[in-house]
């Protein structure tokens, strides 16, 4: 099977989506959206980020016994419910302005640790899972081992992350719906 060069295409769509995820909080909101209710989509995205937890943890799984069938169409669903989630996360974030977190104390600095790792392994998990995932297709299995071994973690903790940035922040979307 000949080897495709997957390189140019991870630097474009790293540079676009990190890109766009940028542009979603300094640009001003798209008036075009204004009448629409986009209330539900945070919800949205914690269940697609516990959907792509589960779907990794399934592929580490199957890929632990050896069953790389398997382990390939579970990490094929976690890219599904992450991309649907960067669509989904992409429309709510041009769409609706920025929601203030109101917790005090150990819980804030607690959230704020956990939400500017998750940030920034976020931006991070973009190029690794795409290359990862390029040397799998392409065969070239030992550096696809090697770089596994630093994706999945990092992909596991900004999925599980995703729902705990959510689960303490949601408490303070009531401005959204009231």
């Known amino acids: 099977m000949p080897q495709r060069n997957y390189k140019p295409l991870i630097w474009v769509l790293t540079i676009a989506i990190n890109g766009l995820i ?36 399934i592929a580490l799984y199957a890929i632990r016994r050896k069953k790389i ?17 960067l669509f989904s996360y992409l429309l709510y974030h041009f769409s609706t302005p920025s929601t203030r977190y109101g917790g005090e104390g150990l819980l804030r600095a607690a959230y704020f640790f956990i939400l500017v790792t998750h940030v920034f392994l976020a931006a991070l998990i973009v190029p690794l899972s795409l290359l990862t995932m390029a040397f799998g297709l392409n065969n070239q299995l030992i550096r696809h081992r090697k770089i596994a071994r630093w994706t999945m973690p990092i992909w596991l903790y900004v999925s599980a992350t995703g729902v705990i ?10 401005h959204l719906t009231g």
């Open 69 to 85: 069938r398997m382990h390939r169409t579970f990490v094929f669903l976690a890219f599904s419910f992450t991309s649907i989630f």
């Open 22 to 57: 940028t542009l979603a909080f300094f640009l001003p909101k798209i008036s075009s959206f204004k009448g629409h209710d986009f209330s539900k989509l945070p919800l949205l995205n914690a269940i697609l980020n516990g959907l792509t937890f589960l779907a990794l943890m």
């Open 165 to 174: 940035v959510y689960l303490l922040i949601s408490p303070y979307y009531h």
